[in-house]
């Protein structure tokens, strides 16, 4: 039995132990960022590696047979580890077929129109693996800790945000959600890290000790949207990403189950060329 099947079999695929159920409320300082579900480090990364391989083939299909759009929303506290886990897990696709968007303080232009406007220009088209990092959940983030719009326009935002979500999937597009959760301790250790490292500093900004004060106020507002907004049609998985590893292994391998259930196949060419002779 390989480790995957093995680990499965004794504590459940990760994607049912990670997986948010929909109307249920989240308490992170009830959950621990440093959870494996009983995986050791060298093992897992032997299992990482067999799931990239396994995630670069369904990739290929997908990507030959144009039917399915995939988009993968990454969000988690500043140095929780989104470039990280798109640097390692998306290691295993052609890039040809996986846009990245990466989304920041809104332009002029995107302050011009609703919320959703930037993020609904970059969702994937099919055959594409769609990943964003950070996403339309900073609206209820971002925006709610800082009050940069009122109460009562940020709390209609969840419910706009899964019709929203829920358009997508009707309309063929699978949405996978992972919140990557540390802790205020290894959040520390990894800004200390940027700041020592000179080939990290660049990544480093003032205003990210300011960030770190509001914790707390953070705490909350992603627990009402993993809350709020895990749903049948849009998922979040709460992904323990204190350790790296198992960080990867977590995203690798619930990605590849949700695509494998698509069953992309490579589409059968043109009638008649089986046995055609090229001279
Ligand atoms: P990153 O931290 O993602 O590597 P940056 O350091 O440029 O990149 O941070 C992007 C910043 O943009 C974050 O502080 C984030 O909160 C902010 N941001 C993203 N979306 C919005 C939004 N809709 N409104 C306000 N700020 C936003």
């Keep these: 039995m390989r480790a995957r099947d093995e680990h499965a079999a004794k504590h459940g695929p990760l994607r049912e ?34 799931g990239l391989v396994r995630l670069g083939e369904l990739q290929d299909r997908l990507w030959a047979e144009a039917r399915h759009a995939v988009l993968v929303i990454l969000q988690g506290i500043d140095a929780a580890g989104k470039d990280g886990t798109i640097r390692h897990v998306m290691s295993a696709f052609n890039p040809m077929g996986c846009p990245v968007t990466s989304f920041k303080v809104p332009t002029d232009e995107e302050r011009g129109h ?19 990092n950070r996403s339309h959940y900073e609206d209820v983030l971002v925006v709610r800790v800082h009050e940069l ?20 999937v009707e309309e063929g597009t699978t949405i996978v959600k992972f919140f990557l959760a ?58 323990p ?18 695509i494998d259930d698509l069953a992309p196949a490579y589409p059968p060419g043109e009638p008649g ?4 002779s090229i001279t």
């Design 17 to 50: 132990r990670l997986r948010v159920k929909p109307g249920s409320e989240v308490s992170l300082g009830h959950f621990d960022p440093s959870e494996t579900y009983g995986r050791e480090r060298e093992p897992a990364e032997l299992e990482l590696a067999e």
């Design 114 to 132: 609703d919320y959703l406007w930037r993020v609904h220009r970059r969702t994937p088209a099919k055959g594409e693996i769609g990943i964003f």
């Design 182 to 239: 540390i802790d205020q301790d290894e959040q520390r250790q990894r800004l200390r890290d940027r700041v020592e490292d000179p080939t990290k500093r660049w990544k480093f900004r003032r205003a990210d000790l300011d960030e770190r004060a509001l914790w707390d106020s953070y705490r909350r507002a992603f627990e009402d949207a993993l809350g709020r907004c895990s749903t049948d049609w849009a998922p979040w998985y709460l992904v």
């Design 273 to 276: 060329i089986e046995g055609l």
């Design 241 to 258: 990403s204190n350790r790296k590893w198992f960080r990867n292994l977590a995203v690798a391998d619930i990605l590849a189950d949700v």
């Design 149 to 168: 719009v009122p109460r009562e326009t940020w709390s209609r935002r969840y419910d706009q945000i899964n019709a929203w979500e829920r358009t997508l």
